[in-house]
């Protein structure tokens, strides 16, 4: 079992570009967790997904982000129009199922960095 | 608001002195609480769960529900120990499932020979 996998590592944008994130879960993971750490931050929840359905995106920002996890594939994060401030790590995590206990398991991240 | 407070940012203590690694959180229900590591150039990983009452690697922790707190502690530091470390609580939400956790700034431990 290869873990949370997320791809790319490093992804350059320049301002205005889009950015896709992928990340596949565990195997045997259906519950995806996206988390946002900025310099010198903790790491912050953005949106929970389990497939074909968003579980709580409390976190997301209201414009230009978006989050699915379809059917077949990995999840995808994505933030149109990318500006200086979305410069950040943004890590998957995913879970076997619910449950308070139920730890989550988290990938190496994705650095995005806006030019 | 739910929040997780870790004052320290940075810890430092001599191979085999005792560390505690303080966290506390605010929220008027019952988090379950994890301690999250990470390793130099290595992924976050999950250390112990408050649930498991387990110790890993030397590490136990403590809920205090009158407190608030969670302090992730060691009778003795080793080099090996040094890293980040992160408090999580996690929170229901839907359907009383799982919810996110919510990550206090962490704090660096570095254990000097």
């Known amino acids: 079992n290869a873990g949370v996998m997320q791809n790319p590592r490093h992804l350059v944008r320049r301002r205005g570009q889009e950015a896709r994130l992928r990340c596949s879960p565990m195997?045997?993971?259906?519950?995806v967790y996206w988390y946002r750490q900025l310099p010198e931050e903790g790491l912050k929840f953005m949106v929970y997904?389990?497939?074909?359905?968003?579980?709580?995106e409390s976190g997301m920002p209201k414009e230009r982000f978006s989050a699915e996890f379809p059917k077949e594939g990995p999840s995808i994060l994505r933030i149109q129009q990318v500006v200086r401030g979305d410069s950040a790590a943004y890590f998957c995590?995913?879970?076997?199922?619910?449950?308070?206990?139920?730890?989550?398991?988290f990938g190496d991240g994705t650095r995005l960095s806006i030019l | 608001a739910q929040r997780v407070t870790q004052p320290e940012k940075l810890l430092s203590v001599f191979k085999g002195a005792p560390v505690e690694l303080k966290c506390n959180y605010s929220y008027s229900g019952s988090p379950e609480l994890f301690w999250y590591v990470q390793y130099s150039r290595q992924r976050l990983q999950l250390l112990l769960r408050?649930?498991s009452r387990e110790s890993i690697k030397g590490f136990t922790a403590d809920l205090n529900k009158g407190e608030t707190s969670f302090h992730l502690k060691k009778p003795f530091a080793q080099e090996e120990d040094s890293a980040m470390y992160y408090c999580a609580p996690s929170f229901m939400n839907y359907g009383g499932s799982q919810g996110n956790l919510i990550f206090g700034k962490g704090t660096k431990l570095s254990v000097k020979p």
């Open positions: 195997k045997g993971h259906s519950h």
């Open positions: 408050h649930i």
């Open positions: 995590a995913s879970s076997p199922g619910t449950g308070k206990d139920q730890p989550q398991h």
């Open positions: 997904l389990q497939k074909e359905n968003i579980i709580d």
